[in-house]
């Protein structure tokens, strides 16, 4: 095999090679960089208490919603106890949205909205009552709730009579006036 020219001159200048001597400050040099301990990475506190919180936050918020699911609803702790009351309660709703449909297609919603929201709020703090800890008499509470719906009913009954009697006796002025 034929050697390569670099090889060659290597073997041909090898005594040259092997007599000279590095200079000291080279190997001092070489010597402080193998008396070095390799680096350990750094450990940043901020970052993993940085996660710690995150994922903490995290669980809180899955705690938290877990727990408003996993609460009964108001109709399902009013079916539970009183299951005549939610079929009462649908009955009366449909009859007062039909009553307030005629009075809102007769342009006067405005007369008994007022009433409606007082009876409303009456109704509300009857039923928080009704599923707060420590009622008494659950049977009369029930009844004064199905009362509010029948005094619903009664008022807007009466709005209606009214606004009926007044539109037929503005059409019978008003045929009055054209004959």
């Not at 007769?106 to 409303?120: F, H, N, T, Y």
Request: charged share 30%; hydrophobic share 40%; aromatic share 6%.
């Amino acid at each position: 095999m034929q050697k390569d020219k670099l090889e060659a001159y290597i073997e041909s200048k090898q005594r040259e090679f092997n007599n000279e001597k590095a200079p000291a400050l080279v190997w001092t040099a070489i010597e402080k960089e193998l008396d070095k301990k390799p680096e350990k990475p750094v450990f940043r506190l901020g970052f993993f208490l940085s996660i710690a919180a995150a994922a903490a936050v995290l669980i809180c918020a899955g705690v938290a919603m877990g727990i408003q699911y996993a609460k009964p609803s108001l109709e399902s702790k009013l079916l539970a106890t009183h299951p005549d009351y939610l079929e009462a309660e649908k009955h009366y709703q449909q009859m007062v949205n039909y009553k307030i449909d005629k009075v809102q297609a007769l342009g006067q919603q405005e007369i008994v909205q007022q009433d409606l929201k007082q009876l409303d709020a009456v109704y509300q703090e009857l039923k928080s009552e009704l599923l707060s800890e420590g009622v008494g008499d659950e049977e009369m509470i029930v009844e004064a709730m199905i009362e509010h719906y029948k005094s619903k009913l009664e008022l807007l009954s009466i709005v209606l009579d009214k606004l009926q009697s007044q539109d037929k006796l503005n059409l019978n002025q008003d045929e009055k006036v054209n004959m």
